[in-house]
């Protein structure tokens, strides 16, 4: 994740790849539609041997439409609305949760965020939770996950050099597959349940059109695979988000008290605070983007084939692979001024009182964390919807303190294994006064 400003625009990192990190390569490599002449088509790193592919690993254009098109209705803006009330439970819930550890002792935010975030997706794929939140403890499911990113890691670079493929067999666990098995056998158990159930559950989830009529010819392979990719996607990187934007705020004292006082000035109660009514806070939304900014929830490149065509000025042959280095452009000092640090005002419009002149030059097209174009994120209103209401009621309720500032040296201990993996973030909360019997529990 080295600043490839020491370097140039361009990089190879393999004998057929190419990095680049300018704004405008977002928008010539993932910009195009699927018709157009120029569009990039996903590279072979997306092969990973699955019968049935998802959203993510389908590389042909056609199905890739055809998925999205089938997964969509559960991300509209409708959909959110509807499934509102099902975040609120599960933040809630979190709330109640700490309130019972609030002035007792720090703790590890990144596991309970993680916690949160799985238990809302698990309920809008499988009509149910994991129970993590209830039980204050990591589900297999999760653990299972997690446990083998660094083999996705190793697989990665064998693709880039497959002479290392027999390297990757000797540092796999030997109870990687019994691991996996257990894992999908829960999930097929979880969807056949979903299934069971496709007439009792009334909220517009990931799953609802695909158990329509005209949706009833996918197979449950295919509704398997899609479930995985759902519930991971939807949950481990708004737990990572909302870890790093947490810590960036506590180190950032003035930062903080900016947010409480929007916050706590904006509600007369809790209860007030939703969807639609966080949409006016502008420094919470300031806030959002800058987390984003500084953590993108892939920070690497997502890898595309060149048709043979012009990227940022470059003519880039075709067969090329090439990607947009999202990390490096989102804190490239040539993009952002004071790269690094956490400047929530450089998201502020020049009406806003905090608006600050010395990030007027910043372009703000450098820092994409979904993505763009026709195979962007799909659930990134979701993952909008979800930071805003959490982290509102979260500074509404509590105020904050880091428990462990000094052990952190947050991009040194920042790494990446096959999942991005933060430090341990320990956080003290004690209550608002006022706001002791603020939260409410779920039954």
């Known amino acids: 994740m080295r600043d490839m400003t020491i370097f140039r625009d361009v990089v190879r990192t393999a004998p057929n790849e190419l990095s680049i990190a300018t704004p405008q390569s977002f928008q010539d490599i993932y910009g195009q539609t699927g018709r157009s002449k120029d569009f990039f088509v996903k590279s072979d790193f997306y092969d990973v041997g699955e019968k049935e592919l998802t959203i993510v690993s389908e590389r042909d254009v056609d199905k890739h439409r055809e998925v999205r098109r089938v997964l969509a ?33 720090a703790v590890k935010v990144n596991e309970w965020y993680k916690w949160v975030t799985f238990d809302i997706t698990g309920e809008l794929t499988f009509g149910e939770p994991f ?38 067999y000797f540092v796999a666990p030997s109870n990687l597959k019994k691991a996996f098995e257990q894992h999908q056998a829960y999930t ?29 010819n996918q197979s449950e392979k295919f509704m398997l695979a899609q479930a995985t990719l759902l519930v991971i996607g939807g949950s481990d990187t708004t737990s ?24 706590r000035g904006a509600f007369e109660n809790v209860t007030q605070i939703d969807g639609t009514s966080t949409l006016e806070l502008k420094y919470l939304n300031a806030v959002i983007e800058e987390g984003l900014r500084l953590l993108p929830a892939i920070p690497l490149g997502l890898t595309r084939v060149s048709p043979g065509a012009i ?37 502020l419009s020049k009406s806003h009182p905090d608006y600050d002149a010395r990030f007027a030059s910043d372009n703000r097209n450098a820092a994409r964390p979904f993505s763009l174009g026709s195979r962007s994120c799909l659930g990134m209103r979701l993952a909008y919807l979800e930071s805003r209401i959490l982290l509102a009621k979260l500074v509404y309720t509590f105020d904050w303190e880091l428990g462990n500032g000094a052990d952190i040296d947050w991009y040194r201990d920042i790494k990446l ?5 933060l430090p341990d973030v320990f956080v003290k909360f004690s209550h608002v006064k006022g706001e002791a019997n603020g939260v409410n529990e779920k039954a």
Do not use: M
């Not at 700490?98 to 002035?103: G, M, N, P, V």
């Not at 294994?417 to 993996?421: A, D, K, R, S």
């Open 131 to 168: 129970g993590a939140l209830r039980d204050a403890k990591n589900h297999f499911w999760i653990s299972t996950i997690h446990d083998t990113g660094h083999i996705w890691a190793l697989s990665a670079i064998c693709k880039r050099y497959p002479i290392l493929w027999p390297v990757l």
């Open 73 to 105: 209705p559960g991300f509209t803006t409708a959909a959110l609305q509807r499934q509102e009330s099902l975040i609120h439970e599960y933040v809630d819930l979190f709330l109640s949760q700490l309130s019972k550890l609030a002035t007792k002792e």
């Open 417 to 421: 294994e096959g999942f991005l993996t």
């Open 240 to 263: 990572l988000f909302l870890t790093g934007v947490t810590y960036s705020l506590l180190t950032n004292q003035e930062k903080l008290k900016k947010l409480q006082d929007e916050v």
């Open 188 to 216: 097929k158990q979880k969807v056949q349940s979903r299934i069971a159930r496709r007439n009792e559950i009334k909220h517009v989830d990931f799953f609802t059109n695909l158990l329509s009529e005209k949706s009833r």
């Open 311 to 347: 990227v940022d000025g470059h003519y880039i042959p075709k067969g090329t692979v090439i990607s947009t280095a999202n990390w490096t452009t989102s804190h490239s000092s040539r993009f952002f001024a004071d790269a690094n640090a956490f400047h929530p005002e450089r998201w």
